[in-house]
Nanobody, 127 residues
Framework: QVQLVESGGGLVQAGGSLRLSCAAS????????MGWFRQAPGKEREFVAA????????PYTQSVRGRFTISRDNTKNTVYLQMNSLKPEDTAVYYC????????????????????WGHGTQVTATS
């Protein structure tokens, strides 16, 4: 089992940047694929980005491609989400999630594929 704690959220003007971090407990962090999801008020939780155990596969949802970058440091048990050129529509609670098992290029990284979740961190981008 793994416990996840997100940090780095905040209030930023449109066009600004934030970097989210997710610290994981336990000694088997490198065996988990990791993901970032977000949920805006009144909407369902949606996939943002994911990263495979080795870091070699990083799918993104179309709306953030080219603006957000997911990365991980297995020596620090941490996954990051660098968010640049933020837009008001990026405003949401951002959640970190972990999955035992691979990320497959033909399978959409839905919430159902991830077993462990953090409590979320609020990101607000104002126009």
């Amino acid at each position: 089992q793994v416990q996840l704690v997100e940090s780095g959220g905040g209030l930023v003007q449109a066009g600004g940047s934030l970097r989210l971090s997710c610290a994981a407990s336990g000694r088997t962090f490198s065996s988990y694929a990791m993901g970032w999801f977000r949920q805006a008020p009144g909407k369902e939780r949606e996939f943002v980005a994911a990263i495979s155990q080795s870091g070699g596969f990083t799918p993104y949802t179309q709306s953030v491609r080219g603006r957000f970058t997911i990365s991980r440091d297995n020596t620090k048990n941490t996954v990051y989400l660098q968010m640049n050129s933020l837009k008001p529509e990026d405003t949401a609670v951002y959640y970190c999630a972990a999955r035992i098992g691979p990320l497959l290029s033909g399978i959409y990284p839905s919430t159902d594929l991830f077993s462990y979740w953090g409590h979320g961190t609020q990101v607000t981008a104002t126009s």
